[in-house]
């Protein structure tokens, strides 16, 4: 890979206020000289943005939608493309849903033409599913290489067709997944296929200075995530009921956004917690940093969902971590690889309410456990998941196999 080297990143949505590791990879990349272009299969749809997409120097390209404009431009490029290789995309093709195949043809199409013209010499996708067909057409069009990384959603629910997972990950250069665990399942996933697999874990840049116990508001728990069914918030409400009355203070206040929103509110309300409870809804990442700051715990009382899918590497303990706040949270996929149980926050068994009460009162109550843990989750940070030693990492998967010493 040449040494000033452009990357172009493809993406289902750019930007989504739940992908702050994708944002946070780009910028790393882009301090550490890699030129990025961002190619997004959708328009971004949220409304609301980290305030960090401004400090994004490449530019973000909104891939068309079919129509007959999209068709005809299509074709004119194909002469300047590797149309030899035509038959090779349309029998990738045939393997995905027919609604689906028309719109990643011609979007591809459009792809390859502009990495084609800009000098693009590497393409990264983020997850095993469209972003990554993507890639592996416009790498067949091309001839660039392309690498992807794998999270959670794309490999662990129990829909994921394995077989077109395992042809994407053969013809990858490299498979980058975000923990150990993940490298574990994949490694026995992908067997004999020839897929390389790595694991690079996801990064965070300087953090602010960890704030004093004196400036957190006590008693105040926090719960960051979208509101589905894998982040457990149910357990997180149900475990409130058991402490509530019992613990000075006691607050809890929920981020985010999604499908379970309204079970949740009706949850509350249901529980008589509606003094306790206050939901923000989806926030920019300079207000959920805010709460990070001012509480004296986070609740991640993850969980495997009943499609299987689950969190792999939440960001949210890593920033949690970053900003000195111990965590209650349970032992799902890599989560034991950011909390160690004793030293930044406590483990407890998932889909267990009354346990994960026990965790909340303990460092509720205990404010020596907090500050130590407190301490020890900068050091966790700056020794396993520092952006500039993660970046690294990952520049190097992105390089062809027969080029890594």
């Given at each position: 890979?040449p040494e000033?080297?452009h990357?172009?990143?493809?993406?289902?949505q750019?930007p989504?206020l739940?992908?702050?590791?994708?944002?946070?990879e780009?910028?790393?990349?882009e301090?550490?000289g890699t030129?990025?272009?961002?190619f997004s299969l959708?328009?971004?749809?949220e409304?609301r943005?980290?305030?960090?997409?401004?400090?994004?120097k490449?530019?973000a390209h909104?891939?068309?939608?079919?129509?007959k404009?999209?068709?005809l431009s299509a074709?004119?490029?194909?002469?300047?493309?590797r149309s030899?290789?035509?038959?090779t995309?349309?029998?990738?093709?045939?393997l995905?849903?027919?609604?689906?195949?028309a719109?990643?043809?011609?979007?591809?199409?459009e792809?390859?033409?502009t990495?084609?013209?800009?000098?693009v010499?590497h393409?990264?996708?983020?997850?095993?599913t469209?972003?990554?067909?993507t890639?592996?057409?416009?790498?067949?069009?091309?001839?660039?290489?392309?690498?992807?990384?794998?999270?959670?959603?794309d490999?662990?629910?129990?829909t994921?067709?394995?077989d077109?997972a395992r042809?994407?990950?053969a013809?990858?250069?490299?498979v980058?997944t975000?923990?150990?665990?993940?490298l574990?399942f994949l490694?026995?996933?992908?067997?004999g296929?020839?897929?390389?697999?790595?694991?690079?874990?996801?990064?965070?840049g300087?953090?602010e200075?960890v704030?004093?116990e004196?400036?957190?508001?006590?008693?105040?728990?926090?719960?960051i995530g979208r509101?589905?069914?894998?982040k457990?918030?149910d357990?997180?409400?149900?475990a409130?009921?058991?402490?509530?009355?019992t613990?000075?203070d006691?607050?809890?206040?929920?981020?985010?956004?999604g499908?379970?929103?309204?079970?949740?509110?009706?949850q509350t309300v249901?529980?008589?917690?509606e003094?306790?409870?206050?939901f923000?809804?989806?926030?920019?990442?300079d207000?959920?940093a805010?709460?990070?700051?001012r509480?004296?715990l986070?609740a991640a009382?993850c969980?495997?969902?009943r499609?299987g899918?689950?969190?792999a590497?939440p960001?949210?303990?890593?920033e949690?971590l970053?900003a000195?706040?111990p965590?209650v949270?349970?032992?799902?996929?890599?989560?034991?690889?950011?909390i160690?149980?004793g030293v930044?926050?406590?483990?407890v068994e998932?889909?267990d309410a009354?346990?994960?009460?026990r965790?909340?009162r303990?460092?509720?109550?205990n404010?020596?456990?907090?500050?130590?843990m407190?301490k020890?989750?900068?050091?966790?940070?700056?020794?396993s998941?520092d952006r500039?030693v993660?970046i690294?990492q990952?520049t190097?998967?992105f390089r062809?196999?027969?080029?890594?010493?």
């Open positions: 890979m000033n080297h990357v172009a990143y493809l993406l289902k750019y989504r739940s992908e702050t590791f994708i944002l946070n780009i910028l790393g990349l301090e550490a030129q990025i272009s961002i959708r328009h971004a749809t409304g943005f980290h305030p960090a997409i401004a400090s994004v490449g530019p909104y891939v068309s939608n079919p129509d404009a999209a068709f074709l004119r490029a194909l002469p300047d493309l030899d290789l035509l038959p995309v349309l029998e990738f093709i045939d995905l849903p027919q609604e689906r195949r719109r990643l043809v011609l979007q591809s199409i792809i390859a033409r990495v084609r013209e800009t000098g010499d393409l990264h996708a983020h997850f095993l469209v972003a990554a067909h890639a592996h057409l416009v790498s067949i069009l091309t001839g660039i290489p392309y690498s992807v990384t794998a999270h959670a959603k490999i662990y629910r129990a994921v067709d394995w077109l042809r994407v990950a013809a990858a250069n490299t980058v975000v923990c150990d665990a993940n574990t490694e026995e996933r992908l067997a296929s020839g897929s390389r697999v790595v694991r690079v874990y996801n990064g965070l300087p953090q200075p704030p004093s004196q400036d957190r508001t006590p008693g105040l728990v926090l719960g509101l589905v069914e894998k457990g918030f357990l997180l409400l149900d409130l009921d058991e402490l509530a009355g613990v000075p006691l607050h809890c206040v929920i981020v985010g956004d499908d379970k929103r309204r079970a949740l509110y009706d249901r529980l008589g917690l003094d306790l409870v206050t923000t809804g989806p926030l920019p990442q207000e959920v805010g709460w990070l700051r509480a004296q986070i009382p969980r495997v969902g499609d899918n689950q969190d590497l960001t949210v303990l890593l949690a970053g000195g706040l965590a949270t349970t032992p799902v996929a890599g989560i034991p690889e950011i160690t149980d930044e926050g406590i483990l998932s889909d009354k346990a994960l009460a965790g909340i303990l460092l509720l109550e404010p020596q456990t907090r500050l130590e407190s020890a989750g900068p050091a966790k940070l700056a020794g998941f500039t993660t690294r990952l190097e998967a062809t196999p027969e080029l890594v010493a």
